[in-house]
C-alpha cells in the first residue's frame, strides 16, 4: 500500500476555485490509478475523478467541465482543480491510488482502491 497525504482543502463561496493535492510516499510509475473521492455527512463516499499513469481520466458526471485531475511526471503527487465550485460539492475529499482492474483504465469505484488518504475538507457556501 501507498501513503496518501491530501492538502488544499478549505472554505470558498460559490462559484469559486479550489486545487487539491495529494502527496504520495513513492512514486507510482509502474501501472497505477490515481483517484480522488469524496464523502459528505449522511451520504456515501462517490467518486470524483481517476487518472492513469498514461493520462487518461475518467470523471463523475457531476463534475466533467468543473474539475481536472491530473498527476506530476514522477506521478507522485496528485491534484484536482476544482472550478464553479457548487454548494452540493461540499465534502470531504480524499485521495486513492492502486493498480487498475482492466488495463489503462481506472475506475471510480472505492472498492477498487486499497490506499487512501486521510481526506481533505472543502466547504463551498452559497
Known amino acids: 500500500q501507498v501513503h496518501l497525504v491530501e492538502s488544499g482543502g478549505g472554505s470558498v463561496q460559490a462559484g469559486g476555485s479550489l486545487t487539491l493535492s495529494c502527496a504520495a510516499s513513492?512514486?507510482?510509475?509502474?501501472?497505477?490509478?490515481m483517484a480522488w473521492f469524496r464523502q459528505a455527512p449522511g451520504k456515501e463516499r462517490e467518486g470524483v475523478a481517476a487518472?492513469?499513469?498514461?493520462?487518461?481520466?475518467e470523471y463523475a458526471d457531476s463534475v466533467k467541465g468543473r474539475f481536472t485531475i491530473s498527476q506530476d511526471n514522477p506521478k507522485k503527487t496528485l491534484y484536482l482543480q476544482m472550478n464553479s465550485l457548487r454548494p452540493e460539492d461540499t465534502a470531504m475529499y480524499y485521495c486513492?491510488?492502486?493498480?487498475?482492474?482492466?488495463?489503462?483504465?481506472?475506475?471510480?469505484?472505492?472498492?477498487?482502491?486499497?490506499?487512501w488518504g486521510r481526506g481533505t475538507q472543502v466547504t463551498v457556501s452559497s
Open positions: 513513492r512514486s507510482l510509475n509502474d501501472n497505477y490509478c
Open positions: 487518472i492513469h499513469n498514461s493520462g487518461t481520466t
Open positions: 486513492a491510488a492502486d493498480r487498475p482492474l482492466w488495463g489503462r483504465k481506472c475506475t471510480v469505484i472505492p472498492g477498487a482502491y486499497n490506499s
